[in-house]
């Protein structure tokens, strides 16, 4: 069974650009959230996408938006960056049913803004 | 404001001995709550996870105790390895709220186990 991966694992960026990161879920899962975790802080939510569509979404502005595709995998993107936007972003799966809470979580994409 | 907070930012224990965790949160609405370990490198791992309308789960050495009027929840590990060494993240979710999937972590307290 294939755990969750992201890519890139790094990735430096600078201010004003656009970002994509990338997710595949776990085998069998087809709910992806994905979480922005600062230096020093718990990772905070940020969106999650089920069956293609966004089904919740944390306080983060519009600029952040993301996709689903059929095979279940996904992306975050993020427009006009800002230094703020330096984080650790990690991509979780979970499968549905009373387990959509056990969400299991990739390595994560370290973004530096400069 | 912090709606689910580790209160120690770090935690040393010997080894063979138990480590516990703390955990508070202000919102009553939460009525499933896990707890997660974080190596460096790598992504959170889901370790174990209790319901409200339970006051204990366990799961090999690790039990997890919560105390809902006063919102609070801890996880105890015994006894104590070095391979538990690791950042561990208190996480609460409103399942009935409709939220499903939002977890809220706590900033996470790094737990050392000392040969």
């Known amino acids: 069974e294939t755990g969750v991966t992201q890519s890139p694992t790094h990735l430096i960026k600078t201010r004003g650009q656009q970002v994509t990161l990338r997710c595949s879920s776990q085998?069998?899962?087809?709910?992806v959230s994905w979480y922005q975790q600062a230096l020093g802080q718990g990772p905070q939510f940020i969106f999650q996408?089920?069956?293609?569509?966004?089904?919740g979404r944390g306080n983060f502005p519009p600029r952040f938006s993301g996709l689903q595709f059929p095979n279940y995998s996904s992306e975050l993107n993020v427009n006009a960056l800002e230094l703020d936007d330096s984080a650790l972003y990690l991509c979780?799966?979970?499968?549905?049913?009373?387990?959509?809470?056990?969400?299991?979580f990739g390595p994560g994409t370290r973004l530096t803004v400069t | 404001d912090q709606q689910v907070k580790q209160n120690s930012p770090s935690l040393s224990v010997q080894e063979g001995r138990i480590s516990i965790l703390n955990c508070d949160y202000t919102?009553?609405?939460?009525?499933?709550f896990l707890w997660y370990k974080k190596y460096p490198a790598e992504g959170p791992t889901f370790l174990i996870s209790?319901?409200?309308?339970?006051d204990k789960n366990e799961d090999g050495r690790f039990t997890v105790f919560l105390n809902k009027s006063a919102k609070h929840l801890s996880l105890h590990i015994v006894p104590s390895q070095p391979g538990d060494s690791a950042v561990y993240f208190c996480?609460?979710?409103?399942?009935?709220?409709?939220?499903?999937?939002?977890?809220?972590f706590g900033k996470g307290t790094k737990l050392s186990v000392k040969p």
């Open positions: 919102n009553s609405m939460f009525d499933y």
């Open positions: 979780a799966s979970s499968e549905p049913g009373t387990r959509l809470y056990e969400q299991y």
């Open positions: 996480a609460a979710s409103a399942i009935q709220g409709g939220s499903q999937g939002n977890l809220i």
């Open positions: 085998s069998g899962h087809n709910t």
């Open positions: 209790i319901s409200s309308i339970k």
């Open positions: 996408y089920y069956r293609e569509e966004e089904n």
